[in-house]
Nanobody, 120 residues
Framework: VQLQASGGGLVQAGGSLRLSCAASRSITDRNDMAWYRQAPGKQRELAARITVNRNTDYGDSVKGRFTISRDDAKNTVYLQMNNLKPEDTAVYLC???????????????WGQGTLVTVSS
């Protein structure tokens, strides 16, 4: 599976961006989708996750500002980012976690990431 992330760029603090992640195959069946982020010199952290049942989970630092959604018909997951802050600057990575019928065959897929830079 290939995950193609797009939508990153340079934005001023307080601005908005919408990231997209397009998968090369269907994301409908047994797949949770997520956005992680990694800032220079820091560990990768969860920004947002949306399950196959549309349950959502957000990192504490983005709650109330970011919204994750998925369009299974388009095999795409989105991350709407509002009120951006300089500390949101990072490479944002798309992730798909596939739950196999036999859990030992679960798979974790990663895209190449898109850079978001927020200026003060």
């Amino acid at each position: 599976v290939q995950l193609q992330a797009s939508g990153g760029g340079l934005v001023q603090a307080g601005g908005s961006l919408r990231l997209s992640c397009a998968a090369s195959r269907s994301i409908t069946d047994r797949n949770d989708m997520a956005w992680y982020r990694q800032a220079p010199g820091k560990q990768r952290e969860l920004a947002a996750r949306i399950t196959v049942n549309r349950n959502t989970d957000y990192g504490d630092s983005v709650k109330g500002r970011f919204t994750i959604s998925r369009d299974d018909a388009k095999n795409t997951v989105y991350l709407q980012m509002n009120n951006l802050k300089p500390e949101d600057t990072a490479v944002y990575l798309c992730n798909m976690y596939h739950y196999a019928l036999s859990r030992k065959y679960d798979r974790d897929y990663w895209g190449q990431g898109t850079l978001v830079t927020v200026s003060s």
